[in-house]
Antibody, heavy 121, light 112 residues
Framework: EVQLSDSGGGLVQPGGSLRLSCAAS????????MTWVRQAPGEGLEWVST????????YYADSVKGRFTISRDNSKNTVYLHMSSLRAEDTALYYC??????????????WGQGTLVTVSS | DIVMTQSPLSLTVTLGEPASISCRSS???????????LDWYLQKPGQSPQLLIY???NRASGVPDRFSGSVSGTDFTLKISRVEAEDVGVYYC?????????FGQGTKVEIK
């Protein structure tokens, strides 16, 4: 059974840092790209970042570029989102999701349960 | 960035009746060989989003066949042939042609 488990959220002051984790199981992790999507309270979904299966390629939304870093450890089947210089507008529920690219694309079929990040003084 | 515009933003439907949600992209989402890079997701209350349709018209594994997706140019449609109580929630379209991936605003579906 495929499972994605998000963790690492919490309350952080503006300007602070936080590292989110997403532990995966039930599939060949390095064959899948991993992405983070966030949802501010009462709002819609916003794509944040994506990393390739090898970790060589990363992509970011302009709203987080230069402040967030996505990485993965394929030996631990885990993807990370390092968040720094946090702002109030980064307050959201952060979800990780997995997918395969190219001709194997079948949508974001698997999602974590989400981890809440609150940026407030 | 590609802008995704959904309509309506709210929909109240009667059980057993059909429902339709539209999503328009600001540019073509054609990838290659007729493949449209658009997915549909449903976020049920208090849950993570779940995949319904990928690449315009392909139903995801386990999704009931009352859900279908269609494409006409830059206009995408999600149809529910007969709405059931478990279909309530917010429906999102999302383009995956290019980063930044962008979502529609969401359509909230409620039962009358």
């Amino acid at each position: 059974e495929v499972q994605l488990s998000d963790s690492g959220g919490g309350l952080v002051q503006p300007g602070g840092s936080l590292r989110l984790s997403c532990a995966a199981s039930g599939f060949t992790f390095n064959n899948y790209l991993m992405t983070w999507v966030r949802q501010a309270p009462g709002e819609g979904l916003e794509w944040v970042s994506t990393i390739s299966g090898s970790g060589d390629n990363t992509y970011y939304a302009d709203s987080v570029k230069g402040r967030f870093t996505i990485s993965r450890d394929n030996s631990k089947n885990t993807v990370y989102l390092h968040m720094s210089s946090l702002r109030a507008e980064d307050t959201a529920l952060y979800y990780c999701a997995s997918y395969r690219s190219g001709s194997n694309y079948r949508g974001l079929a698997y999602w974590g349960q989400g981890t809440l990040v609150t940026v407030s003084s | 960035d590609i802008v995704m515009t959904q309509s309506p933003l709210s929909l109240t439907v009667t059980l057993g009746e059909p429902a339709s949600i539209s999503c328009r992209s600001s540019q073509s989402l054609l990838y290659s060989q007729g493949i449209n890079s658009l997915d549909w997701y449903l976020q049920k209350p208090g849950q993570s989003p779940q995949l319904l349709i990928y690449l315009g018209s392909n139903r995801a594994s386990g999704v009931p066949d009352r859900f279908s997706g269609s494409v006409s140019g830059t206009d995408f449609t999600l149809k529910i042939s007969r709405v059931e109580a478990e279909d309530v929630g917010v429906y999102y379209c999302m383009q995956v042609l290019q980063t930044p991936w962008t979502f529609g605003q969401g359509t909230k579906v409620e039962i009358k």
